[in-house]
């Protein structure tokens, strides 16, 4: 059973930076595609950045602007992503994405991706 935790979140002035990570257990971890996605009150679940089973490659969302980096370390089974000059909009739960049917390519889409998280909540205060 795969199972993944996030953590890291909190409440960060606009301008800052946070680093998530998502700890995963319960398959081979280098082989697939990971990505993260957030949700803001009130609408839909939105991706954020994925990157694929080796992490030879990634993707990110055209908001992201270069501000955000995803990466992965696979000998400790986490994904990361580290955020910089943090919006008030981006105020949103963040989820930790995995799937097993994909490796060396990603998705960015939320159908792909079969396991989830339980969510860390970022608040970007103006």
């Known amino acids: 059973q795969v199972q993944l935790v996030e953590s890291g979140g909190g409440l960060v002035q606009a301008g800052g930076s946070l680093r998530l990570s998502c700890a995963a257990s319960?398959?081979?971890?280098?082989?697939?595609?990971m990505a993260w996605f957030r949700q803001a009150p009130g609408k839909e679940r939105e991706f954020v950045a994925a990157v694929s089973g080796l992490g030879s490659s990634t993707g990110y969302a055209a908001f992201v602007k270069s501000r955000f980096t995803i990466s992965r370390d696979d000998a400790k089974n986490t994904v990361s992503l580290q955020k910089n000059i943090l919006k008030p909009d981006e105020t949103a739960v963040y989820y930790c994405?995995?799937?097993?049917?994909?490796?060396?390519?990603?998705?960015?889409?939320?159908?792909?991706?079969?396991?989830w998280g339980q969510g860390t909540q970022v608040t970007v205060s103006s």
């Open positions: 994405a995995d799937t097993l049917a994909l490796n060396h390519t990603y998705s960015r889409t939320r159908a792909n991706y079969e396991y």
């Open positions: 319960g398959r081979t971890f280098s082989r697939y595609a």
